[in-house]
């Protein structure tokens, strides 16, 4: 009888990792892209921090330049999908998703400015640095907020190239930001956003 007893533990144990092991998949290839001069401390921080909350795997890219085609010399900023359409048809991009990240004033004709804009569903993603920091505003300087802002700013748009819409829960990272204000209140992580993940469960990290 003693047999049985061991060896009922020793094929429950055999049976989990196999069925785990059918179900994993690869994560998704993010590639991230500066386009003119952006801190590479910066850069490999966030794609840490990205790949902690989503389930991708992420790349520095070398830098390239911003797309002088996409400046509005009459608003002094970039038209964000000039640079999206440009960076797109410059390489057979070998990633899931590009995020570019630029540190210029973004718009499109419809606002004033933008902190960002993705393909959704989609591959590209673009944001700007220029406006999360408090020197923006004329205030001193402060670096932990200012990442926090770039990384929720960086979740946002990708979950965009995922499709997942705008949340309805001002603590989801995919709710729309306004202002700062809304983006500082927001939460850096999908844990709020139950109403847009919508089976995208899998893309997330718990
Ligand atoms: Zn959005």
Same mark, same amino acid.
């Given at each position: 009888?003693?047999?049985?007893?061991?060896?009922?533990?020793?094929?429950?144990?055999?049976?989990?990792?196999?069925?785990?092991?059918?179900?994993?998949?690869?994560?998704?290839?993010?590639?991230? &892209?500066?386009?003119?001069?952006?801190?590479?401390? &910066?850069?490999?921080?966030? #794609?840490?921090?990205?790949?902690?909350?989503?389930?991708?795997?992420?790349?520095? &890219?070398?830098?390239?330049?911003?797309?002088?085609?996409?400046?509005?010399?009459?608003?002094?900023?970039?038209?964000?999908?000039?640079?999206?359409?440009?960076?797109?048809?410059?390489?057979?991009?070998?990633?899931?998703?590009?995020?570019?990240?630029?540190?210029?004033?973004?718009?499109?004709?419809?606002?004033?400015?933008?902190?960002?804009? /993705?393909?959704?569903?989609?591959?590209? /993603?673009?944001?700007?640095?220029?406006?999360?920091?408090?020197?923006?505003?004329?205030?001193?300087?402060?670096?932990?907020?200012?990442?926090?802002?770039?990384?929720?700013?960086?979740?946002?748009?990708?979950?965009?190239?995922?499709?997942?819409?705008?949340?309805?829960?001002?603590?989801?990272?995919?709710?729309?930001?306004?202002?700062?204000?809304?983006?500082?209140?927001?939460? /850096?992580?999908?844990?709020?956003?139950?109403?847009?993940?919508? #089976?995208?469960?899998?893309?997330?990290?718990?």
């Amino acid at each position: 009888m003693g047999i049985f007893v061991i060896l009922f533990p020793i094929l429950v144990s055999m049976n989990f990792p196999s069925s785990e092991a059918s179900a994993e998949r690869k994560p998704d290839r993010v590639g991230l &892209l500066p386009l003119g001069e952006i801190s590479s401390e &910066l850069l490999t921080w966030l #794609g840490a921090e990205l790949e902690k909350r989503l389930y991708v795997q992420v790349e520095v &890219l070398p830098a390239s330049s911003l797309p002088e085609s996409a400046y509005n010399p009459q608003r002094k900023q970039y038209y964000s999908s000039i640079i999206l359409d440009k960076i797109r048809n410059l390489h057979p991009w070998n990633y899931d998703k590009v995020l570019i990240i630029v540190d210029v004033d973004l718009f499109v004709p419809s606002l004033n400015f933008v902190f960002g804009e /993705a393909e959704s569903p989609g591959k590209m /993603a673009i944001i700007s640095l220029t406006r999360l920091r408090q020197e923006f505003y004329g205030l001193p300087g402060n670096e932990l907020l200012f990442r926090e802002r770039v990384l929720k700013e960086a979740l946002h748009e990708l979950g965009h190239t995922y499709g997942m819409q705008h949340s309805k829960n001002p603590d989801c990272v995919m709710y729309f930001s306004n202002s700062l204000a809304d983006t500082d209140r927001k939460r /850096a992580d999908f844990s709020q956003c139950q109403d847009v993940l919508k #089976g995208l469960e899998k893309i997330i990290r718990r």
